[in-house]
């Protein structure tokens, strides 16, 4: 067995569909890289670089949240936002970015940093899966 | 018999509903069609979303994670998805009666989040708990939507307000077909596992079950309200078409038979003018 059964949907769309030899994200827990054969798990998604690896090539794309259930023979991932480096607007991420870095500037209340850091992380995750 | 009129501007104004039901059928049509591209996009979503989590609850085994095992407040909070515009059949009133009919609710003990007027309305007129009314949603439904409103129903969850969640919308079954379901959120209802054969291996998570649930079942309820929007709007659309088109041909069949009846009786007074003029000469020459 050495290749898996990739499969990244969101609300909107089928993102990805194919087969992969490892696929790399970011969880709650750290970056972590899937191989087949991995044990049965869930993980929580955080806002990173998503990298599909399926032989030499390599695909990136910018994974928003969601989770992922990684099984042995497969790994399903169901995300709310994920972007291919082409979809994302440049521009619009560093505007996004100057602007959630002024709003934690400007300390407000619990739920207007966490948001604000949310959108931090998103930005920086966009401007990073262009490079 | 009534006048000829009578008789034609009778048939004046069906002509003139008849052009309305057909305009409004044509617009539900391609309503509808984008409608149902949309539901099949997101049915990959709900569809990948149901058999994961069932899965990963076939394979967590026994565990007292609050958002299956339920908590002990006999309230019900029931999703009301509906339309905001009526002419649509009897789209809006078969998913209202899902709630009025059912023996499970009694009206005392139920809180309604109606989306969509129709539903509120009928609903508030048979004196129900209308917690919320969220009719802009139906318009364009988005994730974000769900996710809200699943952020304010996890928090009366949470705080014990109410015990069990309901969803009641419209699934589109096909153009034709669309059937009022009600549907159970919360607590999740333990799935029958179809005979994967995989249930066996352990499911891990990271981090710790109670978290990864934590953190999963409110996405996986925003999935299923996102997907019964769609549905719905789907099924409000070819709820509409069906109505409408049956509305145009009602019409048709009413001109054809005032048209039949305006010449009958045109022929009438024909006949009635010509008998007076045979008779007046007649009396003349007689």
């Not at chain 1, 490892?22 to 827990?29: F, Q």
């Amino acid at each position: 067995m050495d290749k898996f059964k990739l499969r990244i949907v969101t609300p909107e769309r089928v993102f990805y569909e194919g087969e992969a030899d490892m696929v790399e994200m970011n969880t709650t827990e750290g970056q972590i890289g899937c191989y087949p054969g991995h044990i049965p798990l869930t993980v929580i998604i955080r806002p990173g670089i998503l990298s599909i690896h399926e032989g030499d090539e390599v695909k990136t794309a910018a994974l928003h949240e969601g989770f992922a259930e990684i099984l042995p023979d497969s790994v399903n991932i169901l995300a709310e936002t994920v972007e291919w480096p082409d979809e994302i607007d440049e521009e619009r991420a560093r505007a996004a970015l100057e602007r959630a870095k002024k709003r934690l500037e400007s300390k407000t209340d619990d739920l207007e940093m966490s948001r604000a850091e949310t959108a931090l992380q998103r930005a920086i995750t966009r401007i990073n899966a262009l490079k | 018999m009534a006048s000829m009129r009578d008789i034609k501007r009778r048939r004046t104004s069906i002509q003139g509903t008849q052009q309305i039901t057909k305009a409004m059928k044509l617009v539900s049509t391609v309503k509808l069609q984008r409608a149902r591209s949309n539901a099949e996009k997101s049915h990959n979503y709900f569809d990948t979303m149901y058999r994961t989590v069932c899965s990963i609850l076939a394979r967590v085994g026994e565990t007292d994670h609050r958002f299956l095992k339920g908590n002990d407040s006999g309230r019900k909070a029931v999703i009301v998805i509906t339309s905001n515009r009526g002419l649509a059949g009897g789209y809006n009133s078969s998913v209202a009666k899902l709630v009025t009919t059912n023996p499970d609710f009694s009206k005392g003990d139920i809180d309604i989040y109606t989306i969509g007027n129709k539903g509120y309305e009928i609903l508030h007129r048979n004196g129900y708990n209308i917690v919320r009314n969220l009719p802009d949603i139906i318009e364009a439904p988005t994730f974000a939507d769900a996710m809200g409103l699943t952020n304010i129903l996890l928090e009366s969850y949470s705080s014990g307000e109410v015990g069990e969640i309901y969803l009641a919308y419209t699934f589109f079954k096909n153009t034709v077909t669309h059937v009022p379901t009600l549907l159970k959120l919360l607590p999740v209802a333990p799935i029958d596992e179809d005979g994967d054969g995989n249930v066996d291996s352990i499911m891990n998570f990271e981090p710790g079950d109670e978290e990864a649930l934590d953190m999963i079942i409110p996405k996986y309820i925003a999935g299923q309200i996102h997907g019964a929007l769609i549905e719905a709007l789907a099924s409000e659309n070819g709820a509409r078409m069906q109505a409408m088109d049956n509305a145009t041909s009602n019409a048709e069949d009413m001109i054809d038979d005032l048209t039949l009846k305006y010449n009958r009786a045109r022929q009438g007074s024909i006949t009635q003018e010509l008998t007076e003029i045979i008779a007046g000469s007649q009396a003349l020459n007689g």
